[in-house]
């Protein structure tokens, strides 16, 4: 069964500026690794840009301060996932500071494939639209030849990609194509939703001489911006883990600006454009913020009403939390009035067996008890690893049941993480 | 605690587009076996009111035993979320008419109970209102027979039982005069203008609450399909390998309660599969079960949705892994279609008749003199064979004279008294729809019979 979900009408293109944060707090994590060796010490100046941690294991990335000032503490703050993640607090001086660059070539195509992978690794790029994975990594993948720019944000509510995509639409171009070039890759991909009529329009404008480049409008089901439906309905192809095995690599606007930065003025990745809606603030706002601002301090300035409940994320992956610090990849933040549905007895109607675009029974998963340890092994059958989160399951039932968050469970058991 | 959005359809509304399905079906029994009835004068003014009344005792006894249930567990909202008068509502739709009031209400009882076994709503693995049905089928047999199905008009119009009844008497696998005809024709299956229970006798509107609940996404729209179809599939078959039309598997799953339990029953939701894979399985396993229930003699319904629910955890379990590789369930259609096919022959092969002779009928003598041929015949009765001789002249039986007979002297009496003799010849162009004389049935028909088989060898086809 394929969903749709209505546009919100709570949307405003509109682009505000917040870069005045008195302290940053910035997460040490990278995807959901936190194992991140730490490279400042308390009371220690730092330049905006400087690299203040990385992570260990393979994917060596850098995490920037996005203030000059001075390493106050470490503190732990409530990260989009809502977990408690620890950060490096840090008090800006409000001068900018900015560590000497050099290497920086006026055309961005310029570079070598060599040059154009260390300078994503070193500007700690990464994917921007919610699994935060290296960007440089995709790129080290042999045998690509299609980029897929993934402007599609298939959440209600979220237009922080349309926003910078219609204000920077030329500089995006200029990427995807410099990208296409250092790469040696085929052809791009612009995935713009059917009802996203306006984006099309804007890129229309300025795609005439790029050659290489497509527009291809897919169709507004939910979740169309999960990477594997897109590229399925993209070019047909499926793949087991990433779409590198196919020759595709995917990039969301977000991240294709954060290279076109990378390129341009090596610019690590410190602020990003996250957009702040819901019933609980007067006017949707998309903001360009540093990375690291705690989110109160915007919901403030927007003028939040009181008791609205905070959620990290888009409506439908998106998690309750009481504080929230601005990561990389976090791209909405909603204040939302406090409903409580009415919660029923399931009934088994079995319809969050047909929305799971992965295929899960969550139904299933919630009916088998697993608390003792031989449990694990019949919850493994169900396979509830393999959920994205894209709460579907919860949105469709009829019971108003907490389906996403009972797989969710499950999934944390058969990963070991309880 | 996410998601934040949320799908405007919830449960309330599933129950009352299920309510407004019925709907038309009970104003159908309520002008079938009330208004039409009083119309024709065989009713009183009250008695019309017969059909809605049971229906509201049934729905309201379940009411009352949830009620209970929940005043003891002290449960506050438990009621307001149960859907509580549903067991007894659907136990009555599908008894027959005249069931006794407090066999009704014992019914629907015993179906709340069961639910609440369980652990109460949506936690039942058995249909409720079937567990209700099974127990009064145990307890009450008496409740279901032919009498008990007919409104009083029908009594008074057709002088058979319930079109699935009918059909198990018959020899062979019948033919369409002795399944059909008796009850007009196909249509009048379609419309439900036939004998049977409350709300199973209308095929055309359970098939309009079919499209209306799975457009609207209330039902598993696969579980009806499946099951339907396969259960015509079958039966097509067999009507097929035995030279029987088209009409053949539409009497099937036009009659009974096929069509009511598909749409209603087998798709009950907490009951039923939430797997598509599971739901197809379940619906080959249901049309399956009920073929082998017909064929060997009884309806099966009620009986092979409640097998097939004990079943649906494993069902689901099938589908579960299927969604991640299809080809694991493929062994278990297989398995299905080779049991559905072997059944098929053996069902057709048990009912073959040899040419469709009649065993109790024999030729003595044939003898052809001009345009005159005159038989010899025998034909078993109630006290053993009838003896006849018939003479027929330019294609007509022109003289029926009976040689001997062991029949007892009353009931040939009647025989004799009726002029069913002469009935016979003068009707012998049309025998389906001469009557047989009352209190002598077993020899009249004998008498019919003997009749029809001289002509059916006179005349092959």
Wanted: proline fraction near 4%.
């Amino acid at each position: 069964m394929k969903v749709k979900i209505a546009k919100h009408k709570l949307t405003n293109d509109e682009l505000i500026v917040y870069n005045k944060p008195k302290k940053v707090y910035i997460p040490l994590i990278s995807g959901n690794d936190t194992n991140i060796t730490i490279l400042v010490k308390k009371g220690e100046y730092v330049y905006k840009g400087s690299m203040i941690g990385k992570r260990k294991g393979d994917f060596r990335i850098p995490i920037h301060s996005s203030v000059s000032g001075t390493v106050l503490d470490f503190e732990e703050k409530t990260c989009y996932n809502g977990e408690k993640i620890k950060c490096v607090v840090i008090e800006n001086d409000f001068k900018e500071k900015i560590e000497q660059k050099i290497n920086i070539k006026k055309t961005i195509s310029k570079y070598s494939k060599e040059e154009f992978l260390e300078l994503l690794k070193e500007n700690g790029i990464v994917g921007m639209g919610g699994a935060g994975f290296p960007t440089y990594v995709k790129y080290e993948a042999k045998n690509i030849d299609t980029l897929i720019v993934n402007a599609v944000e298939c959440e209600p509510y979220i237009t922080a990609d349309c926003t910078l995509a219609k204000a920077k639409c030329e500089e995006i171009l200029e990427t995807i194509d410099a990208i296409l070039e250092i790469n040696k890759m085929k052809e791009a991909i612009i995935a713009i939703k059917k009802e996203n009529v306006e984006l099309k329009q804007v890129f229309d404008n300025f795609i005439g001489t790029y050659l290489k480049i497509k527009i291809k409008l897919v169709s507004n089901i939910y979740p169309m911006g999960w990477e594997k439906r897109l590229v399925k309905e993209i070019t047909g192809k499926d793949y087991s883990n990433y779409p590198s095995d196919v020759g595709i690599i995917v990039n969301n606007i977000s991240t294709i600006y954060a290279i076109y930065e990378a390129l341009k003025y090596n610019k690590p990745l410190i602020e990003r454009i996250v957009t702040f809606s819901g019933e609980g603030l007067e006017k949707p706002y998309n903001v360009l913020v540093k990375i690291g601002t705690p989110v109160d301090e915007i919901l403030n300035q927007l003028k939040v009403k009181e008791n609205s409940i905070i959620v990290s994320g888009g409506p439908m992956m998106g998690n309750r939390v009481d504080e929230l610090v601005i990561s990389s990849n976090l791209n909405c933040v909603l204040a939302l009035n406090e409903n409580a549905n009415d919660v029923t007895a399931c009934i088994e109607c079995g319809k969050c067996v047909s929305v799971c675009p992965v295929k899960l029974s969550p139904v299933l998963i919630m009916k088998t008890k697993y608390k003792k340890e031989r449990d694990i092994k019949k919850i493994k059958a169900y396979h509830p690893e393999k959920c994205i989160g894209c709460g579907l399951c919860s949105y469709i039932c009829p019971a108003k049941l907490y389906v996403r968050e009972r797989v969710k469970e499950a999934k944390k058991i058969v990963r070991g993480d309880k | 605690m996410g998601p934040f959005l949320r799908n405007e359809d919830d449960t309330k509304k599933i129950m009352t587009r299920l309510l407004i399905s019925l709907l038309p079906i009970i104003i159908f029994i309520v002008v079938k076996n009330g208004y039409l009835p009083y119309r024709y004068g065989v009713i009183s003014f009250i008695e019309m009111f017969n059909p809605i009344l049971n229906i509201i005792i049934g729905a309201l006894s379940s009411l009352i035993v949830e009620s209970i249930y929940a005043l003891i567990l002290r449960k506050k909202n438990y009621i307001k979320n149960s859907y509580a008068f549903f067991p007894g509502l659907f136990l009555t739709l599908i008894l027959p008419l005249h069931t006794p009031i407090h066999i009704i209400v014992i019914g629907s009882m015993i179906a709340s109970i069961s639910k609440l076994i369980f652990g109460g709503f949506g936690k039942n693995i058995f249909n409720p209102a079937l567990v209700g049905y099974l127990f009064i089928v145990l307890v009450y047999s008496n409740v279901f027979t032919t009498n008990n199905y007919f409104n009083q008009y029908e009594l008074d119009t057709i002088s058979r039982a319930t079109p699935l009844t009918n059909a198990s008497m018959v020899s062979g696998i019948g033919s369409y005069d002795e399944l059909v005809k008796p009850y007009g024709s196909l249509s009048n299956f379609l419309i439900g203008n036939i004998p049977g229970s409350l709300a199973e006798t209308s095929a055309l509107l359970c098939i309009a609450a079919y499209i209306y609940l799975s457009i609207t996404k209330t039902i598993k729209w696969r579980i009806p399909l499946v099951y339907v179809g396969t259960v015509f599939v079958m039966t097509f078959c067999i009507g097929r390998l035995l030279g029987e039309g088209i009409y053949y598997p539409l009497f099937h799953i036009l009659s009974g309660g096929l069509m009511f339990g598909a749409v209603f029953m087998a798709t009950d939701p907490i009951t039923s599969c939430v797997t598509p894979v599971g739901q197809i399985l379940q619906g080959l396993l249901l049309g399956v079960i009920t073929v082998i229930f017909r064929f060997t003699g009884v309806e099966g319904v009620a009986f092979s949705i409640l097998i097939v629910n004990a079943l649906v955890f494993a069902l689901d379990k099938i589908g579960m892994v299927s969604r991640f590789n299809i080809l694991k369930s493929v062994v278990f259609f297989i398995l299905i279609w080779i049991v559905a096919i072997a059944l098929t022959i053996v069902f057709a092969n048990s009912r073959k008749t040899v040419d469709n002779q009649d065993p109790n009928f024999n030729i003595i003598s044939k003898n052809k003199i001009d345009n005159q041929t005159i038989y010899n015949v025998s034909q078993e009765g109630y006290g053993g064979k009838i003896k006849a001789q018939i003479i027929i002249e330019n294609d007509l039986i022109i003289s029926l004279e009976i040689t001997s007979h062991r029949e007892t002297n009353d009931r040939y009496q009647l025989v004799l008294d009726e002029d069913y003799i002469n009935k016979l010849i003068v009707n012998q162009g049309n025998l389906d729809n001469l009557d047989t004389v009352s209190s002598a049935t077993v020899t009249s028909n004998a008498l019919k019979k003997l009749v029809s088989n001289v002509l059916k060898d006179y005349k092959p086809n």
